[in-house]
């Protein structure tokens, strides 16, 4: 099956300071990627969109300038937390679009981030 | 929009026997996906399943089903057969076929021994 890896798995930082996210699909090649964010407990909430070589589509409520999402390439998509807070702490998901007739997404293993 | 209900928080079962976990969602899309995602302590999504919308047939994998109702909006799951391993969060989720996948709340299933 399709592998999606992320890294890292997890990351400590301190308020102020941005830190990036990659997500990768190792096997195959992504057009799409997604990027979710889940609070303890709670389901995963979609961020934003990210398509290959274009700007990414953001969810409402979710601001552009302080999340910032790069998809340079069909295997790779980066999520930057800028000017990180403490309620910026969350785990953070991608999944990556095979392309395949089915849509199916796989997921990443997710990355916790933790602001001080 | 598209909502997806799981309307059971919590839910635990004796191990060998069967459970049905529920998920109705909200769409006036005619063609869309829906599946059923594991989730482990280790945070990892699992597929379960996956049920195309034009397929009348219930989808099913192994000792997991599913009972599509698309006139009625409901998705639920059965585990049958239920082994320790099957612990973990489930999620149902909803995708239209412009890819924006939806989540439910989710629904914590145990399995005792």
């Known amino acids: 099956g399709a592998v999606v890896s992320q890294h890292p798995s997890r990351v400590i930082c301190k308020s102020g300071t941005s830190v990036k996210i990659e997500c990768r699909s190792l096997d195959f090649q992504a057009t799409t990627m997604f990027w979710y964010r889940q609070f303890p407990k709670k389901s995963l909430m979609l961020m934003a969109t990210s398509n290959e070589g274009s700007k990414a589509t953001y969810e409402q409520g979710v601001e552009k300038d302080k999340f910032l999402i790069n998809h340079a390439s069909l295997t790779l998509s980066t999520l930057t937390v800028t000017s990180a807070h403490p309620e910026d702490s969350s785990f953070y998901i991608c999944?990556?679009?095979?392309?395949?007739?089915?849509?199916?997404?796989?997921f990443g293993p997710g990355t916790r981030l933790t602001v001080l | 929009a598209q909502t997806v209900t799981q309307s059971q928080p919590e839910m635990s079962v004796q191990e060998a026997e069967t459970v049905t976990l529920s998920c109705t969602y909200d769409t006036s899309e005619s063609n869309y996906y829906l599946f059923w995602y594991k989730q482990p302590p280790s945070r990892q999504m699992i597929l379960v399943i996956r049920q195309e919308a034009y397929k009348q047939q219930n989808a099913t994998e192994n000792r997991f089903s599913v009972n599509f109702q698309k006139a009625a909006k409901s998705f639920s799951l059965k585990i049958s057969d239920s082994q320790l391993g099957d612990t973990a969060m489930y999620f149902c989720a909803f995708m239209p076929w412009d890819n924006d996948m939806r989540f439910g709340a989710g629904t914590r299933l145990t399995v005792k021994p």
């Open positions: 999944s990556a679009n095979s392309g395949r007739a089915n849509n199916e997404q796989f």
